[in-house]
T-cell receptor
């Protein structure tokens, strides 16, 4: 079963606008969440993370929101830039194992 | 962030042969290393977790006799794909971390093609 899901396989956004990528999880033991950006045939690049004791974390153009009751997190990118075009993965971890369970990915395309 | 390298970056091998992939943490001593596999247009799937000096823990459905993992030092882990078959063709990515911490630092990946 897929414990971490990204229900939108793709998303297109105009340059300068906000990109919102969503992620849902089922395991209530997850207590740390991350977002990664990935290009084909490359390793993932860390973007931002959030602990379950917070509901928001911000780093420059990237903000992650966590709604624990809904088991949902989202990544906001504003303003979106063409260089943001890539596949974005959310990942979840728990204090027992520190393993990452990755979501299914969302391909973001930012149109110039 | 910390730097993790993988070697080789890509490899082509014939069916039935074995291939070794190295993962090195270049600027810190990694107590834990993780191995992932990614098939085209799919997610990264964790294969195994290895702690330095002990046997790797494999995820359900991953054959430990086929994917041999060695983590003999704090800076090097190796994944050996034994008797490779075309269905093992994939993108293999390692990451390195420290025990008790969430952060993992990812390598650039290795593309394996089995003909």
């Amino acid at each position: 079963d897929q414990q971490v899901k990204q229900n939108s396989p793709s998303l297109s956004v105009q340059e300068g606008r906000i990109s919102i990528l969503n992620c849902d999880y089922t395991n209530s033991m997850f207590d740390y969440f991350l977002w990664y950006k990935k290009y084909p045939a490359e390793g993932p690049t860390f973007l931002i993370s959030i602990s379950s004791i917070k509901d928001k974390n911000e780093d420059g153009r990237f903000t992650v929101f966590l709604n624990k009751s809904a088991k949902h997190l989202s990544l906001h990118i504003v303003p979106s830039q063409p260089g943001d075009s890539a596949v974005y993965f959310c990942a979840a971890s728990d204090k027992g194992t520190y393993k990452y369970i990755f979501g299914t990915g969302t391909r973001l395309k930012v149109l110039a | 962030g910390a730097v993790v390298s993988q070697h080789p970056s890509w490899v082509i091998c014939k069916s039935g042969t074995s291939v070794k992939i190295e993962c090195r943490s270049l600027d810190f001593q990694a107590t834990t290393m993780f191995w992932y596999r990614q098939f085209p247009k799919q997610s990264l799937m964790l294969m195994a977790t290895s702690n330095e000096g002990s046997k790797a823990t494999y995820e359900q459905g991953v054959e430990k006799d086929k994917f041999l993992i060695n983590h003999a030092s704090l800076t090097l882990s190796t994944l050996t794909v034994t008797s490779a078959h075309p269905e093992d063709s994939s993108f293999y990515i390692c990451s390195a971390g420290l025990a008790g911490l969430y952060e993992q630092y990812f390598g650039p990946g290795t593309r394996l093609t089995v003909t």
